[in-house]
C-alpha cells in the first residue's frame, strides 16, 4: 500500500448519510478522556529512558524527551475557575494589570503588591459605602455587584510570572509561553492577543484563557457524551459482562466521585516558532498509525506534495514498480518511525488503541509531541472525516488479523496534504472564532447591493474604534 495524498474523493456521498454513520461512531470513554489530559502523558514523554522504550532498535540513539518542555500548575484556585465561568464585561485580574501586552502602550501595570493593597482599599471603600446607604434599596445592586466584582489571584500570577522566567523570560522577542487547560488551548481566541497564543505577561495568559470558548469546553463539557463501559473493559480488558442498567448506574456514581477527585489544571508550554507546514495531525487505531493530515488545512506547501505520477505502460518493469512505491515524503517515514519507537504501546501505558497525536517536524528531522485528542468527533478530522478514518481503521486491524506472518506491522499510512486543486475546497476549523459575532453585525451596515463584504465600510469602522487607552 502506497501512501495516498487525495482531495476530494473521501467526502461522504450525501450530508444525511454523513450524519447517520456518525452516529453509530463510537464515544470516547472516560479513561481516554483522562488519558489525554496533558498532566496524564506529559511526564511519560518528558524523561525518557532507554529501558522504556519496547520498541527501541539499539543502533538508533535515545532522545531524552520528545515534547516540549512546560510547567504544570494544580490545583487552581476555585475562585480562578469562577472568574473563567463567570459572565459579563471581560476584566482582567488586579494582579494581571490593565490590558494586554499586545497593545503596546504606555498604560502601567499593576504589580501584585499594588493589587493586593488597591483590593484592600476597593473593599473598604465599598463597606463605607454600604454602611452609609444600608437605609436604601436599589434594583439593580445585585446585577451591578455581580458584574463590577474584581478577582484576584497574587500566588497564581506568581506561578505564571516564575514560569514566564523559567520557561524563557520576557526578554527576547523570540520567547514566551503560551497557556493551556487540561485539554484545550485557547485557539479561538487569538483574535484577542494579536493573532497568536504567545504570552509574554500574565495578562496575556488570563485575556487568552478568558476569552476562549474552547476553554469553557474543557470546564463544563468534557465528561459529557462518554461511552459507558465497564472499567475493566474501558482500561482494554474486555472480561466482564455487566447488566446494561447495572453498568449505568455504577458508572453514574463512579462519574461523581471522578468529579470531586478531578483536578483542573493550568498549563504553560514554552513558546517556540512553529513553521506551520510541519505540523501534522496523527490517527492512531489499535496501536497502528493509520492516517496523517496536514494540521493547517487551508494552506498549500509544495515542499509537502507527492512527486508527480510517471505514466510508464511497462508495468512488468519491477524497477518502475519500486520506485513508485517509494515515492513519498520523507516526513511520512520519520513520523511513522517515531511512533513506533517513543509512543505506541507507551501511550496510557498501552491501555488505550485508539487515539489522535499533534506532532512537529523540526529542521533535524526530529518529531516531537504537541498534543494528544480523544478518538472521535470532539477532535477535528481536518482532511479526513470520521467515518472514513473508522474504515481506514478497522480495514487495517482486519487487514492484520489475516496475516499472521505480519503482525504489529502496518503498510504506510494514509496520508493527505492540501493539493493544488483543493485549495479553494479546504475550510479553517477556527474560522468562526475571528472576531465577536457583534462587531461582524455591525460591519454588516457596509455591505454592498450583492450582499458581499465592502472593504471601505470596514475601514470606516476601525475608524470610529477608539483603543482603550485613549478612552
Not at 463597606?127 to 497574587?154: A, I, V
Not at 470558548?213 to 457524551?225: I, Q
Request: glycine share 4%; hydrophobic share 30%.
Amino acid at each position: 500500500m502506497t501512501t495516498s495524498i487525495s482531495s476530494s474523493n473521501h467526502q461522504p456521498a450525501t450530508a444525511v448519510d454523513s450524519q447517520q454513520q456518525l452516529l453509530l461512531l463510537p464515544k470516547p470513554t472516560k479513561f481516554e478522556v483522562h488519558a489525554c489530559q496533558f498532566s496524564s502523558w506529559y511526564s511519560t514523554f518528558r524523561s525518557i529512558s532507554k529501558s522504556s522504550l519496547p520498541n527501541h532498535h539499539n543502533t538508533t540513539k535515545v532522545r531524552k524527551h520528545v515534547t516540549i518542555e512546560s510547567k504544570i500548575i494544580k490545583p487552581l484556585p476555585q475562585d480562578f475557575i469562577e472568574y473563567l465561568l463567570s459572565d459579563g464585561v471581560l476584566r482582567l485580574p488586579l494582579c494581571a494589570g490593565n490590558v494586554s501586552s499586545c497593545l503596546k502602550d504606555d498604560t502601567p501595570r499593576i504589580t501584585t503588591e499594588a493589587a493586593d493593597d488597591e483590593a484592600t482599599a476597593n473593599e473598604d471603600k465599598d463597606n463605607n459605602n454600604n454602611n452609609d446607604d444600608d437605609d436604601e434599596w436599589n434594583d439593580s445592586d445585585s446585577d451591578n455587584n455581580s458584574n463590577s466584582h474584581q478577582y484576584n489571584f497574587p500566588t497564581l500570577t506568581n506561578q505564571i510570572h516564575q514560569a514566564l522566567t523559567t520557561l524563557g523570560g520576557t526578554t527576547n522577542n523570540n520567547k514566551g509561553i503560551f497557556p493551556k487547560l487540561n485539554w484545550s488551548s485557547p485557539k479561538d481566541a487569538t483574535w484577542m492577543n494579536c493573532g497568536t497564543l504567545k504570552c509574554t505577561t500574565v495578562g496575556d495568559v488570563y485575556l487568552l484563557l478568558k476569552s476562549s470558548e474552547f476553554v469553557l469546553f474543557d470546564l463544563e463539557c468534557a465528561w459529557d457524551d462518554l461511552e459507558i463501559v465497564d472499567d475493566d473493559d474501558d482500561a482494554g480488558n474486555a472480561n466482564v459482562v455487566v447488566e446494561e442498567e447495572e453498568k449505568a448506574e455504577r458508572n453514574a456514581q463512579e462519574d461523581n466521585n471522578n468529579i470531586n477527585k478531578f483536578e483542573y489544571e493550568l498549563v504553560l508550554r514554552k513558546w517556540c516558532n512553529l513553521h506551520p507546514s510541519m505540523e501534522f495531525r496523527c490517527f492512531i487505531y489499535n496501536h497502528q498509525l493509520i492516517a496523517i493530515s496536514q494540521r493547517h488545512p487551508t494552506k498549500f506547501y509544495s515542499h509537502l506534495q507527492l512527486p508527480p505520477d510517471q505514466d510508464n505502460d511497462d508495468d512488468d518493469d519491477e524497477e518502475v514498480q519500486q520506485q513508485h512505491q517509494h515515492h513519498h515524503p520523507t516526513y511520512v517515514e520519520i513520523i511513522q518511525d517515531f511512533h513506533e519507537t517513543y509512543v505506541q504501546n507507551r501511550f496510557a501505558d498501552g491501555q488505550v488503541h485508539r487515539y489522535v497525536m499533534d506532532v512537529y517536524v523540526d529542521s533535524q528531522e526530529r518529531t516531537w509531541i504537541v498534543d494528544f485528542n480523544v478518538w472521535g468527533t470532539r477532535t477535528d478530522a481536518l482532511l479526513f472525516d470520521w467515518v472514513e478514518l473508522m474504515t481506514i481503521g478497522q480495514g487495517c486491524v482486519s487487514e492484520t488479523n489475516d496475516n499472521d506472518d505480519d503482525v504489529g506491522e502496518i503498510s504506510v499510512p494514509e496520508v493527505r496534504v492540501v493539493t493544488k486543486d483543493m485549495k479553494d475546497l479546504t475550510y479553517d476549523p477556527l474560522s468562526s472564532f475571528r472576531g465577536p459575532t457583534d462587531v461582524m453585525s455591525l460591519m454588516g451596515a457596509g455591505s454592498n447591493d450583492d450582499g458581499g463584504f465592502e472593504p471601505s465600510s470596514f475601514k470606516n469602522f476601525m475608524e470610529q474604534c477608539v483603543r482603550p487607552s485613549e478612552m
